[in-house]
């Protein structure tokens, strides 16, 4: 899936919740300016915690990797001085 598919599922996300929330509820305006802000920021937590996942991840694999080419060892063999 492409970041710009992403993005616009979360938008498409973020109008229906909202528009949810004011047909539902019949708030006033200043609410629903609130509620756009906290879904908002509730959206954009869960894609940078996506994007920390999808890091270490890399990271994992990219040490993995390296272990894999004798590159970098945790346990080093000392016995050789």
Do not use: E, N
Request: charged letters at 10%; glycine letters at 4%; one cysteine or more.
């Amino acid at each position: 899936m492409s970041f710009r598919i992403l993005c616009l599922l979360l938008w498409l996300l973020l109008c229906t919740s909202s528009l949810a929330i004011y047909f539902a509820l019949q708030p006033s305006p200043g609410l629903i300016a609130t509620t756009l802000a906290c879904l908002l920021l509730f959206q954009l937590a869960y894609f940078g915690s996506v994007l920390l996942l999808v890091g270490l991840a890399a990271i994992a694999q990219l040490s993995q990797r390296l272990r894999i080419f004798c590159i970098y060892s945790k346990t080093r063999d000392h016995s050789s001085k």
